[in-house]
């Protein structure tokens, strides 16, 4: 149980995706320009994070290990994360067409966010059990979400700031990204 | 031709215009070597997936275009994954997450939609060829000043790319590190965004006033 915690934990803060390990950086460059988009797109990605990580942890320990053909599963895992992305969006359009309205923008692009397919690759390079590969799936969302969301938060604040014109838009984004990485930094050693 | 080679270097260069391919370019430039195994791998990806593109432009049909430029992408980076486990697994075992995420490199997807399953072999070569070279000197640049701050060194540890002869490449410029924060996450974010900088001004000197309109990075300003 406690390492389980500490799994989430570790995911969550201590080597958060975005601003420790470099992954997706493109929606959290390109969507936290306002609160709200960022916050879809946090929950999209979750929902597809989530599933993916478990669906491809199942298909690489019961298919791809006994065939012999774990050379094999980075192909293996994108038609997954793709495949995962359309039912999703057609289960969304059929049930909910609120939510589907919310979130349908964003769901295509995650196919190509990298942190997705950088959450089911590291669970299957640690080696973790399905519960152990959940968990952290779900500590790398929630991870993922909550610099979305600051930094959306933080974004919206800096569109209103005058800025010399060489550090205007992606500057001055990454300088404020960098600050943020700094104070996650904060969180290295615990749990170690 | 040569126009396709010097557009995707300079004037749509994938990393400083149209920031494509981020979480590489910040996570792999920590040291020279590290960067120029992640530029290889890249330049192979692209290269050889907009030839196999460009080939087989008439029979891949347009509504599964998407997929099928994935699965090519994808077989590329396993080929890449296969070679360098094969060669250079040092270096590799340091930047294999980075390698195997080649494959959701927008910039290479990008590069595949707009130009290489519209255009013969030869322009998707000459393409592919400046968008690599281009991703190249932006991860270079960057790796040269960050080993330099974060590890007072430059092209250490080549050897792991090109064999025990490239160890004497290596060039100690301190003794002691200037800034061993440049080596950690947020070192890479803060030079990052200092070089993003230095580019956009040397742009917004160059252009007149009424390019800068049409200037990608400066579109954000409110």
């Not at chain 1, 803060?13 to 470099?22: E, G, I, P, R, S």
């Not at chain 2, 009424?210 to 200037?215: H, I, P, Q």
Request: glycine share 8%; proline share 5%; charged share 10%.
């Amino acid at each position: 149980m406690t390492e389980l915690g500490l799994i989430l934990f570790s995911a969550l803060l201590v080597n958060n995706f975005v601003l420790a390990q470099f992954l997706g950086l493109c929606p959290f460059m390109g969507i936290t320009r306002s609160f709200d988009t960022a916050f879809a797109t946090g929950l999209a990605t979750t929902f597809v994070l989530t599933l993916a990580a478990v669906t491809s942890h199942t298909l690489y320990h019961y298919l791809l290990v006994p065939l012999n053909l774990t050379y094999l599963k980075i192909i293996v895992f994108i038609i997954v994360i793709a495949g995962l992305v359309q039912v999703i969006q057609l289960y969304l359009k059929a049930t909910s067409p609120v939510l589907h309205q919310v979130l349908g923008v964003y769901l295509p692009l995650i196919t190509s966010n990298c942190a997705v397919l950088g959450v089911t690759l590291l669970a299957i390079g640690q080696e973790l059990t399905l519960l152990a590969t959940f968990v952290f799936a779900v500590g790398a969302a929630a991870g993922f979400n909550l610099v979305m969301v600051l930094f959306g938060a933080l974004r919206e604040q800096l569109a209103q700031s005058d800025l010399p014109a060489a550090f205007a838009g992606t500057p001055i984004t990454l300088l404020s990204a960098g600050l943020m990485s700094l104070a996650f930094m904060g969180f290295q050693g615990i749990g170690s | 031709m040569p126009n396709d080679f010097g557009r995707a270097v300079i004037e749509n260069n994938p990393a400083w215009t149209q920031l494509l391919g981020l979480c590489p370019l910040l996570a792999v430039s920590n040291t020279v070597a590290n960067a120029m195994g992640l530029a290889i791998a890249s330049a192979f990806v692209v290269i050889g997936s907009n030839i196999s593109i460009s080939l087989l432009r008439r029979i891949i049909p347009d509504i599964a275009r998407l997929p099928c430029f994935v699965l090519i992408i994808a077989t590329f980076t396993t080929l890449t994954v296969m070679m360098l486990e094969a060669y250079a697994f040092d270096l590799y075992s340091r930047i294999a997450l980075f390698v195997q995420i080649i494959v959701t490199n927008c910039m290479i997807l990008g590069r595949a939609e707009v130009f290489a399953s519209r255009q013969p072999v030869g322009r998707a070569v000459m393409d592919a060829m400046g968008t690599a070279l281009g991703f190249a000197i932006a991860l270079l640049t960057l790796g040269a000043i960050r080993e330099a701050l974060g590890q007072g060194t430059l092209l250490n540890d080549m050897d792991l790319l090109f064999g025990p002869a490239a160890a004497s490449l290596r060039i100690d410029l301190f003794s002691t590190p200037p800034l061993s924060l440049a080596l950690l996450p947020p070192g890479a974010f803060l030079i990052a965004g200092l070089a993003f900088a230095a580019v956009q001004g040397l742009r917004n000197g160059v252009n007149t006033p009424k390019d800068e309109a049409d200037n990608t990075l400066t579109t954000e300003r409110p």
